[in-house]
């Protein structure tokens, strides 16, 4: 993992060298601490002179000491210090060290964005270059070093989970990880198992894991800060280990990834974790539905009909359509503890990346609550967007046998997946967040974000608990 190290700008103790550039009027400015002339000037030469991008890394030798390495990072009114840091650490890779002589607006975003761009997913292979080994931060800011260093890690720890392999993370793995970690960190743990999902009447996490050898579990998760009184904020995330689309099944192109189903139960469990760690003051209860949606004997089938703790009755018209069924047990549980604020987040719908691409998340709920958590989200620099629950959607809901179906109109999917689970929320403030897209770049990577697993919406969620609404 690439070393963060705070430390008064020396030059002449520094190997390597990076600085932040600006282009204005095709010619480039160079903002740093370095007080050689030379240096600097050499800098401004070598990118006037080079066919340099607008924004990325360019490497350059140090035009006074050709030993030595200078990353020269090209910005623009657009580029976040995140992303810039993060495009930094990636190109950096297999460098020992690199001292920053530019003065940093944002700390804490400077470390998170290094730290989150310097990923790489080893578990299965050697990366092809080591990480970076060391930054080093011209800053006496610890408490702001500390703050990105825990997002970070936590963001890589969602991605490390989101990237396993199926047959190494099922539910009960799973809720094994989650119960270890988040006791580590001091939260409290429940984990619901086979006998004691009968008894609370987990109807959909019962049902999507009937054709699963590996059975479903429930795992709630509390932290509660000394002397924190009042409401509590609920996380519920889908955490389906893969999914097949049971006998609804998926065709084989869009079968793989789908061990990427559990994003959501990923970014809640290291949402916790981060806020236990950072000493946030809010009492929040976590609930991660784990199943695994398979094909077997024993599966459940299209038409069977399913009855929740609360006595609602769902028809079974589409077993792909299984993350809102686990959901809806998480959700109940949540608003039955009276939680004032319920958020979901979940790997929902492709209609998602139909509506809004693959990087933007589509947020939906109680219309304040869901257009503050959206407002959060583009504070954070996470790309959102408020979706409408539209009324007229809801009767392609209904069931001639059931009080409703799980799967409605095709057209607007996104939202009526949204109002299904609307069916199991009694709170004042709701917020559904589908990641389906956004929870994994299946391109290039770009600034902070890897190619893989992005641990995307932990730092919005975070920051709906962060902020008193």
Not at 204 to 220: E, Q, Y
Request: proline fraction near 4%.
């Amino acid at each position: 993992m690439t070393q963060i190290i705070s430390q008064e700008f020396n030059q002449d103790l520094a190997r390597h060298l990076a600085v932040f550039a600006h282009k204005a009027d095709e010619s480039f400015s160079v903002d740093t601490l370095i007080d050689d002339s030379d240096v600097v000037a050499g800098i401004e030469t070598a990118l006037a002179t080079l066919d340099a991008p607008k924004t990325g890394v360019v490497r350059l030798v140090n035009p006074t000491d050709t030993s030595k390495v200078v990353f020269v990072v090209l910005r623009d009114d657009k580029t976040t210090t995140r992303d810039a840091f993060g495009d930094l650490a990636r190109i950096a890779a297999g460098v020992d060290e690199v001292v920053v002589a530019t003065e940093i607006d944002d700390v804490a975003e400077a470390v998170e964005g290094t730290l989150t761009g310097a990923y790489v997913f080893s578990e299965y292979k050697e990366p092809k270059k080591t990480p970076l080994g060391a930054l080093v931060l011209p800053t006496d800011d610890d408490e702001a070093l500390t703050r990105g260093q825990i997002i970070a890690e936590q963001i890589n720890r969602t991605r490390d989970l989101v990237n396993l392999a199926p047959n190494d993370l099922v539910p009960e793995t799973f809720a094994q990880i989650a119960e270890d970690e988040a006791t580590a960190a001091g939260l409290s743990v429940k984990v619901y198992r086979e006998e004691e999902l009968e008894e609370i009447g987990a109807a959909g996490l019962i049902h999507v894991g009937r054709g699963s050898a590996n059975p479903s579990r429930l795992v709630r998760i509390e932290w509660s800060p000394e002397g924190v009184e009042g409401e509590t904020t609920a996380l519920v995330g889908k955490g389906i280990t893969f999914d097949t689309g049971g006998y609804s099944l998926k065709p084989s192109n869009a079968m793989t990834e789908m061990k990427t189903d559990m994003a959501g139960a990923a970014t809640v469990l290291n949402t916790l974790i981060a806020a236990a760690r950072l000493g946030v003051q809010k009492k929040t209860v976590g609930w991660l539905c784990l199943a695994e949606n398979m094909v077997s004997g024993t599966a459940g089938h299209p038409d069977d009909v399913i009855v929740y703790r609360n006595g609602t009755s769902v028809e079974i018209n589409n077993t792909d359509a299984e993350g809102r069924l686990v959901l809806a047990d998480g959700l109940l549980m949540a608003s039955e503890e009276k939680s004032t604020k319920i958020i979901d987040i979940a790997t929902l719908t492709g209609a998602q990346m139909v509506a809004l691409g693959e990087r933007t998340t589509g947020i939906m709920g109680t219309d304040d609550y869901a257009a503050t958590i959206t407002d959060i989200a583009t504070r954070v620099g996470e790309d959102a967007w408020h979706m409408p629950l539209p009324e007229h959607l809801r009767e392609s809901l209904d069931s001639d046998v059931a009080d409703l179906q799980n799967s409605g109109s095709r057209f607007g999917g996104m939202l009526t997946a949204g109002l299904f689970l609307k069916e199991f929320v009694d709170a004042p403030n709701w917020a559904h967040i589908d990641i389906a897209g956004p929870s994994f770049n299946r391109s290039k990577p770009r600034g902070a974000t890897p190619k893989g697993a992005t641990g995307v919406m932990l730092r919005t969620m975070l920051g709906a608990l962060e902020t008193d609404v």
